[in-house]
């Protein structure tokens, strides 16, 4: 069974930093790009991040560029989210996502998490 | 780049079909058939019930239909039962910079 556990979310002033990680089983990571996605309170998903299979390729959404870095660790399985400079708008649940494809081929998102929530305020 | 178009909510009682729509551009929607629908119940994680633009995945009920003309996609249920009453989101490959886009959400409600 796959299973996708995300952790690290809280509480944060504006300007500060988090780290979001993903812990994922029930599959073979190394094989698999991996997405984060946000929904903002009251708001729809929106696709912020992913990563290739091998780490080779990073994508970012215009809204975190430039702030947010996604990065994996093939041999825990584990996917993460470094966001620094944080502001009110980043505040949402992100979910770690898993692609059906490596990277190279975009498909869709077939595995989800249960979302870690992100509050950004003073 | 904006979100793919989708009305804010439609409504339909349980036996019924409704269809919600997915408007995007030729730069995504209308360039790829790489359009997929989730279901996203609040509090739980989003399911994907459609992938390239027609293709339900395996334990997906056959209720759940697709299809795109040009630059809209679109996602039928027929048979409305009570539990399909959730968020339903398009989402378009766009390539580029831009690489994926959702839609902005449906909320279904049966009657």
């Known amino acids: 069974e796959v299973q996708l556990l995300e952790s690290g979310g809280g509480l944060v002033q504006p300007g500060g930093s988090l780290r979001l990680s993903c812990a994922a089983s029930?599959?073979?990571?190394?094989?698999?790009?991996m997405t984060w996605v946000r929904q903002a309170p009251g708001k729809g998903l929106e696709w912020v991040s992913a990563?290739?299979?091998?780490?080779?390729?990073?994508y970012y959404a215009d809204s975190v560029k430039g702030r947010f870095t996604i990065s994996r660790d093939n041999t825990k399985n584990t996917l993460f989210f470094q966001m620094n400079n944080l502001r009110a708008d980043d505040t949402a649940v992100y979910y770690c996502v898993k692609e059906k494809g490596s990277g190279s081929h975009p498909q869709y998102f077939d595995y989800w998490g249960q979302g870690a929530l992100v509050t950004v305020s003073s | 780049q904006s979100a793919l178009t989708q009305p804010a909510s439609v409504s339909g009682s349980p036996g019924q079909s409704i269809t919600i729509s997915c408007t995007g551009t030729n730069s995504d929607v209308g360039s790829y058939n790489l359009v997929s629908w989730y279901q996203h119940h609040p509090g739980k994680a989003p399911k994907v019930m459609i992938y390239d633009v027609s293709k339900r995945p395996s334990g997906v009920s056959s209720r759940f239909s697709a299809s795109k003309s040009g630059n809209t996609a679109s996602l039928t249920i027929s048979g409305l039962q009570a539990e399909d009453e959730a968020d339903y989101y398009c989402c378009s490959y766009a390539g580029g910079t831009t690489y994926w886009l959702f839609g902005g959400g449906t909320k279904l409600t049966v009657l």
């Open positions: 029930g599959f073979t990571f190394t094989n698999y790009a």
């Open positions: 990563i290739s299979d091998s780490a080779h390729n990073t």
